[in-house]
Antibody, heavy 120, light 112 residues
Framework: QVKLLQSGAALVKPGASVKMSCKASGYTFTDYWVSWVKQSHGKSLEWIGEIYPNSGATNFNEKFKGKATLTVDKSTSTAYMELSRLTSEDSAIYYC?????????????WGQGVMVTVSS | DVVLTQTPSTLSATIGQSVSISCRSSQSLLDSAGNTYLYWYLQRPGQSPQLLIYLVSNLGSGVPNRFSGSGSGTDFTLKISGVEAEDLGVYYCMQATHAPLTFGSGTKLEIK
């Protein structure tokens, strides 16, 4: 079955960067856009952007341009997101989720989330 | 960006009670091809979100039929006909018609 295994929690200092992973299994990784979603503590969800593993094409929420970088490793079916110049506003849980082909926004499977804490 | 306004923000229900959650969009979610990309997700405490309803009124895989979605244009509703204990959590509407994809602020369902 479809599984998305995300990397573990991270504690990072302000101004630093963090890179997290999302390893997919149970489906053809290259056929599905992978979205990343942010959830600040106790708050709602924000769509960060998406990447198409087959080509590496990306789309971003303007708010996260310059903040997030999305990449993939097709050989290991793993998607990555790097967040740069971290501030306390970046402390949140980050989820990855593949988008069902042809039905934009159909997020049937989600990773378990990565908690990022930005603190000195 | 499209703003999705959910009401109420908190809902308290007894087991077996029927409840509704409203999601109002700042723009029509009907696209030029006639599709309306409006979804409902449930996030149970400590868990990742899960898909309940897609394209306004279609049940996600394995979702009980006590959940139903309706609406069009800018006004949408999620109804739970007979709340069960496992339904507690935060419900989010989400639109994918307009970029960027956006979520509502959530409705917390508590069980009395």
């Amino acid at each position: 079955q479809v599984k998305l295994l995300q990397s573990g929690a991270a504690l990072v200092k302000p101004g630093a960067s963090v890179k997290m992973s999302c390893k997919a299994s149970g489906y053809t990784f290259t056929d599905y856009w992978v979205s990343w979603v942010k959830q600040s503590h106790g708050k709602s969800l924000e769509w960060i952007g998406e990447i198409y593993p087959n080509s590496g094409a990306t789309n971003f929420n303007e708010k996260f341009k310059g903040k997030a970088t999305l990449t993939v490793d097709k050989s290991t079916s793993t998607a990555y997101m790097e967040l740069s110049r971290l501030t306390s506003e970046d402390s949140a849980i980050y989820y990855c989720t593949p988008d069902y082909p042809g039905i934009r926004g159909y997020f049937d499977y989600w990773g378990q989330g990565v908690m990022v804490t930005v603190s000195s | 960006d499209v703003v999705l306004t959910q009401t109420p923000s908190t809902l308290s229900a007894t087991i077996g009670q029927s409840v509704s959650i409203s999601c109002r969009s700042s723009q029509s979610l009907l696209d030029s091809a006639g599709n309306t990309y409006l979804y409902w997700y449930l996030q149970r405490p400590g868990q990742s979100p899960q898909l309940l309803i897609y394209l306004v009124s279609n049940l996600g895989s394995g979702v009980p039929n006590r959940f139903s979605g309706s609406g069009s244009g800018t006004d949408f509703t999620l109804k739970i006909s007979g709340v069960e204990a496992e339904d507690l959590g935060v419900y989010y509407c989400m639109q994918a018609t307009h970029a960027p994809l956006t979520f509502g602020s959530g409705t917390k369902l508590e069980i009395k």
